[in-house]
């Protein structure tokens, strides 16, 4: 964690200029998280990059499931519980309706995104980090990794997002 902060911090400095700060887009602006704990949770999420999945599995040390994972994540970067399956998560927050239910639209870090994995609704969550891509944990490869919500296996299976800031 400390050294993607270390990068992060390196990353951010080489990118400091001698001209007038510019406002970004506006569309970059939907795009970025309103408060901060959705930044933390981003941060803390990608901290679980290549932790082991275990089904069941509610802390780094045992392994975590995909509903482990985001509880485990929102309770220390947020202080939010969102115990219960990825189907009880989905329940809780608000509907991101950017441009529809199954749409990417309006989507910002610290969201959480739903996918139909297992011909069940809501069968599977992750949390939204930017660019088109999420973190989670699948029981396929066994590690805690990210993926594009927009090409592969997962897009197909979009269901819709919540929020859980605001």
Known sequence: MHRLLILL????????????PSAPPPAALARL?????????????????????????????????CSGMVNYVFQNAANLRLAGSAADMAKLGRQVNGGGLRSIEGLRPGDLVFFNTRNQPRSHVGIYIGDNRFVHAPNSNGK???????????????EEARTYFD
Do not use: I
């Open 9 to 20: 911090a390196l990353a951010l400095a080489g990118c400091g200029h001698l001209g007038a």
């Open 33 to 65: 998280p309103v408060d901060a704990r959705a930044h933390d949770v981003v941060m803390f999420a990608l901290g679980l990059v290549d932790t082991d999945y275990r089904f069941g599995g509610k802390n780094p040390d045992a392994g975590l499931d």
């Open 144 to 158: 805690v990794r990210t993926e594009s919500l927009t090409h592969g296996w997962f897009a197909t299976r979009f």
